[in-house]
């Protein structure tokens, strides 16, 4: 507005005084008209780079107008909608005219066989899931031409369900958060418009995508500030509806009470404790080596305050199932390896007869012998063991946990992550608390080590934990730091870091690239915090007031006569600029100062790029 004033008023009088000082008096009424053009040309171009650089117009531009900074700010309306109840759902493809969603594969030669996606694009059936879907199926079959027809009778058949999820599922059964499955991101929130959040970044909206959760997140938080609801229901949601479009595999671990979305939103859903559960648990993994199988599982049972006691704790679990596994040909259910490690003689009796008839009693002779000289010894693990395995052989958890019999029922094997998998694992903190913490343990551990051991890692990997303190070990740790390279990432949420011993803190920090931190954090966790986010230099402003004792005598007498009358004396200002070194965000800012529903986070991309700490609202 004072652009356009200044130039309706500055026009008239640039040409009164032209015309005052004489010049038109030759010029002709075409070559008057000439120089009225270019003197309002001058003047716009004068008034527009003024008053554009005192509103910064560029930066406008850049933060709200240009295409990135509108897909920072604004996520893609084609993954938003609002049903009527108000909870999120998936938007149907647009038909628009002018855009035409099924172009790649028109251009790939498949434009004969689109007559049912195309339909069913016309009368809203496409979801974005299901475009997603398609398009990626596309991209792994376009350079394979002996799959590029069979994706075609796909299409051709079954539309907009061609090549659907196994379960047959296009969407999940209700959306909480805000997805954009173009570029696999849900929204959680927008950055706060505060002086501790960079210019750069304040008001934009606040988002996670696999190229983030890749370098695994941390959050750490009491009880009600909105970590499960705000962060990881979102974030599993995410995973879910990427699994759908044939993009992920999820691993959602937490109570049974925990809010994180309802059984129909998963494939596998176990629930030990619970007699209505359809699958078991795999206490091995599937592994194929049985060493790796009793390590992991040792790994598990023992509690914190014996890991010094973990080597003999494998070595006396290989010590048994390897012969077992020889002998039988699968690994031993609960029962039977408690019965092994608490030395039951018929269970070993047994076992050597199965493998004297296998003819493999001579290769695992030492083994048996060894642990069976171990049994009554004051020393022997395997007592610590087998009263570690009681806590899961409960009648509550029969069939759960079992690999043969009646009453088994279908285990579940990180092996499986191959495949586009939604898992949700149900702990029973309630009811058995102790064996929630070793199944927290092993299902942990086993994700870390299928996920890394995939041949196939096209697929990203996500593990959600909701209360990771029992679950993590130094074996966790260091299995996180190979997660990048491997496609997969987790999202651990803590309530303090005090839940953990305190040598793994620090190496916790250092394992996982992006760091969140809720309202309510004590002080000496907020100080973990502050230290991985360091120092920025800032501008410090410093007065100094001192006695006024300039001038001569004229000056001096006036300022006695001043004080007299007003009680003040003359003071001179002054000022110091220095830059200093100041905390990002110091332990009592985090403690103390964080509002309801807000979060500081940092990211950092596989790629290396990095977020410093933003002050985000959750529940914008």
């Known amino acids: 507005m004072t652009c356009l004033l200044a130039y309706r008023y500055g026009t008239p009088a640039v040409m009164y005084t032209i015309g005052y000082l004489g010049w038109f008096h030759a010029l002709s009424p075409d070559q008057f008209s000439v120089v009225e053009t270019l003197i309002n040309l001058v003047l716009v171009i004068f008034f527009i780079a003024l008053f554009g650089r005192m509103g910064r117009w560029l930066e406008?531009?850049?933060?709200?107008?240009?295409?990135?900074?509108?897909?920072?700010?604004?996520?893609?309306?084609?993954?938003?909608?609002?049903?009527?109840?108000?909870?999120?759902?998936?938007?149907?493809?647009?038909?628009?005219?002018?855009?035409?969603?099924?172009?790649?594969?028109?251009?790939?030669?498949l434009g004969e066989v689109l007559g049912a996606v195309e339909e069913d694009t016309r009368a809203g059936r496409v979801s974005d899931v299901d475009y997603v879907r398609i398009h990626r199926v596309w991209r792994e079959v376009a350079g394979q031409p002996g799959l590029v027809g069979a994706f075609g009778e796909q299409v051709a058949v079954r539309g907009a369900g061609a090549c659907a999820h196994p379960s047959e599922a296009r969407d999940l059964p209700v959306r909480v958060a805000e997805h954009d499955l173009l570029v696999g991101q849900v929204r959680l929130g927008t950055a706060q418009e505060v002086p501790k959040n960079p210019a750069t970044h304040r008001g934009v909206g606040f988002a996670l995508d696999q190229e983030v959760l890749a370098t695994s997140l941390l959050a750490v938080g009491?009880?009600?500030?909105?970590?499960?609801?705000?962060?990881?229901?979102?974030?599993?949601?995410?995973l879910c509806l990427q699994a759908l479009a044939r993009m992920a595999c999820v691993v959602v671990v937490g109570a049974a009470e925990a809010e994180l979305g309802p059984d129909a939103e998963y494939d596998v859903v176990i629930a030990p404790g619970d007699p209505g559960t359809a699958y078991g648990l795999d206490l091995y993994g599937a592994a194929r080596d049985p060493d790796a199988a009793a390590a992991r599982l040792a790994d598990a049972l023992l509690p914190d305050e014996l890991s010094a006691r973990a080597q003999s704790a494998r070595m006396a679990l290989q010590q048994v199932i390897g012969p077992f596994h020889a002998g039988y040909g699968r690994y031993p259910g609960v029962r039977e390896l408690r019965a092994l490690l608490g030395g039951d003689e018929e269970s070993w009796s047994g076992l050597v007869e199965r493998l004297r008839a296998e003819e493999l009693l001579g290769l695992h002779e030492p083994d048996v012998q060894h642990r069976r000289s171990r049994h009554g010894k004051v020393d022997d693990p395997g007592a610590l063991l087998a009263d570690r395995l009681a806590l899961l052989d409960r009648p509550a958890f029969a069939g759960c946990f079992e690999t043969a019999g009646a009453g088994a029922r279908p285990a579940f094997a990180m092996r499986a992550l191959e495949h586009p998998?939604?898992?949700?694992?149900?702990l029973p903190e309630r009811g058995h608390p102790e064996a929630a913490r070793i199944l927290s343990r092993l299902v942990v551990g086993q994700f870390l080590q299928a996920a890394v051991a995939r041949e196939d890692h096209s697929l990203f990997a996500g593990l959600v934990v909701d209360d990771a303190s029992a679950a993590l070990d130094a074996g966790a740790v260091q299995g996180l730091?190979?997660?990048p390279g491997a496609n997969a990432g987790a999202v651990l949420l803590l309530r303090s870091l005090v839940d953990l011993p305190?040598?793994?803190?620090?190496?916790?920090f250092g394992a996982v690239g992006c760091r969140m931190a809720f309202p309510g954090i004590a002080p000496w966790d907020g100080k973990l915090f502050s230290e991985a986010w360091g120092t920025?230099?800032?501008?410090?402003?410093?007065v100094t007031l001192a006695p006024d004792t300039s001038g001569g005598m004229l000056r001096k007498a006036g300022r006695l006569a001043r004080k007299a009358l007003s009680g003040t004396t003359a003071q001179t200002e002054s000022v110091t600029t220095r830059e200093v070194e100041r905390e990002r965000w110091s332990p009592s800012d985090l403690a103390h100062a964080l509002p309801t529903g807000h979060a500081v986070v940092s990211l950092t991309t596989v790629g290396g790029e990095q977020v410093p700490p933003l002050l985000v609202d959750l529940r914008a």
Request: glycine letters at 8%; zero cysteines; aromatic letters at 4%.
């Open 60 to 109: 406008v531009y850049r933060r709200f107008l240009s295409p990135q900074g509108f897909r920072r700010n604004l996520l893609p309306v084609l993954s938003k909608a609002v049903t009527d109840d108000g909870t999120a759902g998936a938007t149907p493809v647009a038909a628009d005219p002018d855009i035409d969603p099924w172009a790649q594969l028109r251009q790939g030669g």
């Open 536 to 542: 920025v230099l800032v501008r410090e402003r410093a």
């Open 421 to 426: 998998l939604r898992v949700r694992v149900k």
């Open 222 to 238: 009491p009880a009600g500030t909105g970590k499960t609801s705000r962060l990881a229901r979102p974030v599993a949601e995410a």
């Open 502 to 508: 305190e040598a793994l803190r620090v190496p916790l």
């Open 481 to 483: 730091r190979r997660l």
